[in-house]
């Protein structure tokens, strides 16, 4: 097998590795093969337990430790355990050796067990959530006005799980160290940010309104109190092309000290009904350990590293970049990403920090030494590499890619061009690239997967089909089954919707329940029951003596995933599905106080909300691929299409605000205030409307979701809309377009028809 060989910027990376260096890594440029490689090369010098390689996934952790073990001297065993992770599972690991009194730090009299769980369930927590905030609202009548403004008492999990990921903490009366002033926001940097969107735009020679005055036009539709300034004060009356410029203080200036006490209260009594329900989410878990980083200097000496190397940095968030710095010994810091493919903000990630990476490594490392030094090195020397040749696409791909960074989100956006390091294609290959429209966009499609199966030699397995969200992918295989083309959909699966989940979750009712007719419903009808004989059992309440035996044998069953095991069973499951089924209950109820009803509840909830969870399982190899674009980041195949670039779908619209929010520089802000003048009402907040019309970015990650896709693709590339229904993501590409009338192939159908129960 041929030898691979480091191109120079490649090597340059690989054998530099004293100091501080930002590695800018496009789509495609062999990024992962440069960084295994720079690890082998520290190898030379220094033992496995020095270097802390920081992995966005723990696939890629293991992809690249099994990468390092194939070519280094070390043994796979011990590569095996070596510090390569994620930031979750590292931060989990520090607190199992050190964190019993971490939560004391923080003036929390609860302690740290070796088995706390890390729940990843988002409806587990939300269920433990909704425990907690019910018997919150009665401890605390002073903070009604604030939960009377709030529609989905869930907002305010993810505000708290937001603010922890920045390192915001409470502590006793206070706020950990001077997190407080993230809260109330920066005052000087969102002035600069209010006038250049308040700058009239130049054009032909002449100006027209701001970007803020135009904003703000949405400001007469809201639902504002009595005393709130009217559009005409703020925006100016007819030919004004600015917003009066002393709203920018009027706006930022707001007493919020009711809002922090009631955010602080929340915040703490939440972590401390975490912990005594032995349990943290992501969020919570760094920030402790962030707290016991920063507060203990011996915990720290011990748990730092001689070399710190951190993959995909634009997906970090800002506690990631701050416990970097503390496990960091010397100044052996290596980040390597992409801002163009930072697609995870929902999960807390923030682009600025490889964006702004020289400025918030001065600002963080500051900030870290306010009260006594604790990163020992100094910042201000940064090299910067940039890796161009990309060994994926055809350069016409890359190019297309790069403009589609700049794509308007609607007729009224008009977004800056961003400075870009432009990709280099090495491959030497010509491909086809096309946006086609049509009446029926998944027929359309389909015909296109048969055109490129049966004209251009490419397998099934070859072609990918890429979309915003789920459904269009889950609507397409069930249609290209229609027409025998063999398509599955990956990236996570409905598990609770899977017959073993059904029948399990009917056995749990009757556990519950022995005359629940939902329960006995399903069981009858698998038992191979006539709907008939079964509506008339349920009437009769006359069960099969069998059935009353086995749920007898369920009552005695100790666990939830005995439970499960003996159902499965019974009914001849065994297979990936069955395997998660039990994997997932027994996480995510273990060491808790749980009862019937809660776990029923959390199946019920997981097959109305389709949360989806990876199964392993082996599926027709030769099929295409349908995902959505997060699922396909990192992957890559001959040709690609990205569908449903719709209105509303891609770029996504959500128009959903949560009442209180978090957002730099603002800081922490109510979108609606509960006000009790002459009558008690909930009005929108004025100040915070002009607040976040300042703010920029508001489709910049749609623009890089698109990118993202659009970089999986290694010759084909098309993107595909609905003729009536078609976004500006689709109609601004620069791209040829082609109409499709044509239908696929068409297969006779089997209609069978079958009485079921609903479930």
């Given at each position: 097998m041929t030898e691979f060989s480091p191109n120079k910027q490649q090597k340059e990376l690989i054998e530099?590795?004293?100091?501080?260096?930002?590695?800018?890594?496009?789509?495609?440029?062999?990024?992962?093969?440069?960084?295994?490689?720079?690890y082998i090369n520290i190898l030379e010098d220094q033992e496995p337990e020095d270097i802390f390689l920081a992995t966005f996934t723990r696939n890629a952790a293991d992809e690249m430790k099994e990468r390092i073990s194939q070519k280094s001297g070390y043994r796979a065993s011990e590569i095996f355990d070596a510090p390569i992770s994620t930031f979750h599972a590292h931060c989990q690991k520090i607190l199992e050796r050190n964190g019993h009194e971490a939560p004391q730090i923080l003036g929390i009299d609860e302690y740290l067990t070796e088995d706390v769980r890390v729940l990843e369930s988002q409806i587990r927590e939300r269920q433990e959530f909704e425990d907690f905030i019910s018997n919150f609202k009665q401890r605390h009548e002073e903070h009604q006005d604030f939960f009377?403004?709030?529609?989905?008492?869930?907002?305010?999990?993810?505000?708290?799980?937001?603010?922890?990921?920045?390192?915001?903490?409470?502590?006793?009366?206070?706020?950990?160290?001077?997190?407080?002033?993230?809260?109330?926001?920066?005052?000087?940097?969102?002035?600069?940010?209010?006038?250049?969107?308040?700058?009239?735009?130049?054009?032909?020679g002449g100006s027209k309104q701001s970007e803020l005055r135009r904003r703000l036009y949405s400001y007469k539709w809201k639902n504002f109190d009595p005393d709130a300034p009217s559009i005409d004060d703020i925006r100016g009356g007819y030919g004004t092309k600015q917003v009066r410029k002393d709203f920018c203080e009027k706006a930022f200036q707001e007493d919020r000290e009711e809002l922090k006490q009631f955010v602080h209260d929340l915040y703490t009594e939440y972590l401390e009904y975490c912990l005594s329900r032995n349990y943290l989410n992501f969020s919570f878990l760094m920030a402790l350990t962030y707290a016991l980083l920063h507060k203990k200097p011996q915990i720290r000496e011990e748990e730092s590293f001689e070399y710190i190397m951190i993959d995909e940095f634009q997906d970090t968030n800002e506690i990631q970049f701050k416990l970097a710095l503390l496990l960091a010994d010397k100044p052996n810091f290596c980040v390597v990403g992409d801002w163009k493919q930072s697609i995870y903000s929902?999960?807390?990630?923030?682009?600025?920090?490889?964006?702004?990476?020289?400025?918030?490594?001065?600002?963080?490392?500051?900030?870290?030494?306010?009260?006594?030094?604790?990163?020992?090195?100094?910042?201000?020397?940064?090299?910067?590499?940039?890796?161009?040749?990309?060994?994926?696409?055809?350069?016409?791909?890359?190019?297309?890619?790069?403009?589609?960074?700049?794509?308007?989100?609607?007729?009224?956006?008009?977004?800056?061009t961003p400075e870009i390091t432009s990709l280099e294609s090495e491959t030497g290959e010509d491909g086809e690239v096309l946006r086609i429209e049509a009446e029926d966009e998944i027929e359309a499609v389909l015909t296109k997967i048969q055109e490129l199966k049966q004209e251009e030699?490419?397998?099934?397995?070859?072609?990918?089909?890429?979309?915003?969200?789920?459904?269009?992918?889950?609507?397409?295989?069930?249609?290209?089954?229609?027409?025998?083309?063999?398509?599955a959909y990956e990236g996570g699966v409905e598990l609770f919707t899977t017959n073993p989940a059904i029948v399990l979750l009917a056995w749990l009712r009757i556990l519950q329940d022995r005359h629940s007719r939902r329960g006995w419903a399903v069981v009858l009808e698998e038992a191979g029951y006539k709907l008939e004989e079964a509506e008339k059992i349920l009437e009769e309440g006359d069960y099969p003596i069998n059935m009353l035996k086995f749920e007898l044998e369920l009552q005695k069953t100790?666990?939830?995933?005995?439970?499960?095991?003996?159902?499965?069973?019974?009914?001849?499951?065994?297979?990936?599905?069955?395997?998660?089924i039990i994997e997932v209950l027994g996480d995510t109820f273990s060491s808790t106080y749980m009862n019937l009803g809660q776990l029923i509840n959390f199946i019920e909830e997981n097959i109305e909300e389709g949360e989806i969870y990876e199964v392993d399982s082996t599926g027709n190899e030769n099929a295409v691929t349908i995902q959505t674009i997060h699922a396909a980041k990192g992957l890559e195949y001959p040709a690609v299409f990205i569908s449903d670039v719709n209105r509303s779908k891609f770029p996504s619209t959500n128009g959903f605000s949560p009442c209180i929010i978090y957002k730099d520089p603002i800081g922490l802000r109510q979108c609606k205030k509960f006000l009790r003048n002459d009558y008690a009402y909930s009005f929108d907040n004025w100040r915070t409307e002009i607040l976040e019309k300042c703010l920029s970015g508001e489709y910049d990650e749609e623009r890089r979701l698109m990118y993202v896709a659009m970089t999986r693709a290694e010759k084909n590339l098309y993107i595909t809309a609905d003729e009536e229904k078609a976004s500006t993501f689709f109609t601004e590409l620069d791209i040829e377009k082609v109409e499709s009338r044509d239908a696929p192939e068409k297969v006779e159908e089997e209609n069978g028809e079958r009485k079921v129960f609903q479930v």
């Open positions: 530099n590795t004293e100091g501080i260096y930002l590695v800018d890594a496009g789509a495609g440029t062999g990024k992962t093969f440069a960084i295994t490689r720079r009377r403004i709030v529609r989905d008492d869930s907002n305010l999990l993810s505000l708290l799980k937001s603010i922890a990921a920045k390192g915001i903490m409470p502590e006793n009366n206070s706020w950990f160290g001077d997190t407080e002033k993230y809260l109330d926001g920066d005052f000087d940097e969102f002035k600069q940010l209010f006038e250049e969107k308040n700058k009239p735009i130049k054009e032909n929902f999960q807390y990630a923030a682009v600025e920090n490889i964006l702004e990476f020289e400025d918030r490594l001065e600002k963080y490392s500051g900030e870290l030494n306010g009260s006594q030094e604790r990163v020992n090195f100094s910042t201000e020397e940064v090299e910067k590499i940039e890796l161009k040749k990309n060994y994926r696409s055809t350069q016409e791909i890359l190019d297309i890619s790069e403009k589609s960074l700049s794509l308007p989100a609607n007729s009224n956006e008009n977004p800056e030699s490419f397998d099934y397995s070859d072609i990918a089909v890429l979309a915003r969200t789920r459904s269009f992918g889950l609507d397409l295989q069930q249609k290209a089954r229609n027409y025998n083309i063999s398509a100790d666990s939830v995933e005995a439970v499960a095991e003996k159902v499965f069973e019974r009914y001849g499951y065994r297979n990936g599905f069955t395997e998660k």
